[in-house]
């Protein structure tokens, strides 16, 4: 019976880095085939091909580059002989490429973000255990029609919800709304509950310059008066509580909203509905 087969696109971050001896810098270094090596009988699990997307910190990552690496795991997944695709990135924009990925892709088969928190130098790093699971939820067949998920540390995260939670920590990633979806075990990969339905949006393009502006005590409005001078093409505005802002910043709404620039409030808090 032959295996099934996965697609592993690399882009960078901490899973494929090394620390320099030199400037004790981390850097990318891990070729996808050095990756793929240090995963343990990854023969006996799928067929992998391995294709480097990408080299860089997830921190200079645009939404252009994201939505390019979602084209090219579409295009990856219409392959009868591919039964998902894992993703290698960094962890501090992997929730939003992951995001991105599940609100576009139109397909069944899973797209199985990984990450690590401890590079290749590190003793004990968490890459190579990650990537294997990562690889055995992208065979799974319960994890069609899940969309794009994240997977870190044995869970398995809906990119919906997924965020990162702390700076250092491997099991720095949660999902607020629920916990995690599902876990990777040495007994197998279990979801806890049955997948849902999935809006999908084709977007033309993610050229926009939408900036996010955390509310907060004492604010003004100079910088949404800036962002008015920009001729930015819509903002989100980070409230309070339930969606609060100071009253010192409505002027600067309004006129943003006559100007027919669209102004989105969202809350600073993990949970809870608006």
């Not at 005590?217 to 802002?245: K, Q, W």
């Amino acid at each position: 019976m032959s295996l099934p087969g996965v697609v592993v696109m690399t882009t960078g971050g901490t899973i494929a880095s090394v620390k320099d001896p030199q400037t004790r810098a981390v850097r990318t270094a891990a070729t996808p085939e050095d990756l793929l090596a240090l995963v343990p009988d990854i023969d006996q699990i799928a067929r992998v091909e391995a294709r480097p997307q990408a080299a860089v910190n997830s921190w200079n990552m645009k939404p252009a580059m994201m939505l390019d690496l979602v084209h090219a795991s579409q295009h990856q997944l219409m392959r009868s002989d591919v039964s998902g695709v894992v993703i290698t990135h960094g962890t501090d924009t992997v929730e939003e490429t992951a995001y991105l990925a599940h609100l576009t892709l139109d397909s069944d088969k899973p797209v199985v973000f990984v990450v690590a928190m401890r590079n290749l130098s590190e003793p004990g790093p968490d890459g190579p255990r990650n990537l294997r699971d990562a690889i055995r939820v992208a065979i799974d067949p319960r994890s069609v029609r899940r969309g794009a998920m994240l997977v870190v540390n044995e869970t398995i995260h809906s990119a919906r919800y997924a965020t990162k939670t702390h700076t250092v920590n491997p099991s720095t990633f949660a999902s607020p709304h629920g916990g995690p979806i599902g876990e990777v075990t040495v007994v197998g990969v279990e979801y806890f509950g049955e997948s849902g339905e999935r809006s999908i949006l084709i977007p033309a393009n993610v050229d926009g310059n939408v900036p996010i502006v955390k509310s907060f005590t004492g604010m003004d409005g100079s910088i949404l008066r800036y962002f008015i001078g920009a001729g930015v093409d819509g903002i989100v505005i980070e409230g309070s509580g339930s969606g609060n802002v100071p009253g010192s910043i409505l002027p600067e709404i309004k006129e943003m909203m006559e100007r027919g620039t669209p102004v989105v409030l969202t809350t600073r808090c993990i949970g809870g509905p608006l």
